[in-house]
């Protein structure tokens, strides 16, 4: 059993470390109290959910390759991050990229985003327990194609500040 082959290795894993005067159990329990952020792109490879089946496109921080059975809805990475944080004690957060969008399948354009499109996240997120962070996602677009975005020298392409 898979089951009983961690165990041992844990046990072993647990020896070794209590000769370095480590009690594991107690840095599990400390680990309990530290809430982890996951990331969205974790389970979808940065695709995001602005256009459907999108890829990176213009660079970014993809770094999980285009693995089989990504997420490919709001719905199946909120599943991934359920089964995710069922295995991973504690109290954690959500990380979204704005590209995370909740759009009801209509493209919204990352200057054109508000808490609304968030909206289903939020109360997901509630309903669950979990914190929240936000990214503004400064990549994978056509304003950011040239290399430039925040401190891109068109005056067009600033990003107008919230009030």
Known sequence: MISDKINQAYDIA???YAQLDID????????????ISMHCWQGDDVGGFE??????SGGGIQATGNYPGKAR????????????????PGK???NLHACYLDNGG???????????HFQ??????????????FNPTYFSHSKADDGFTLSHP????????IS
Not at 24 to 35: G, Q
Not at 120 to 127: L, R
């Open 51 to 56: 256009t459907a089946g999108a890829e990176l």
């Open 120 to 133: 289903s996240w939020i109360d997901w997120a509630k309903a669950n327990g979990l914190g929240m962070d």
């Open 24 to 35: 594991t159990d107690k840095v599990l329990d400390r680990l309990k109290e530290i809430p």
């Open 106 to 116: 209509k493209y919204v354009d990352r200057n054109k985003i508000t808490v609304d």
């Open 154 to 161: 068109d005056k067009s392409m600033k990003i107008k500040a």
């Open 92 to 94: 954690h957060r959500i």
């Open 73 to 88: 809805t709001i719905d199946e990475l909120r599943t991934d991050f359920e089964k995710a944080l069922s295995l991973i």
């Open 14 to 16: 647990k020896e070794q």
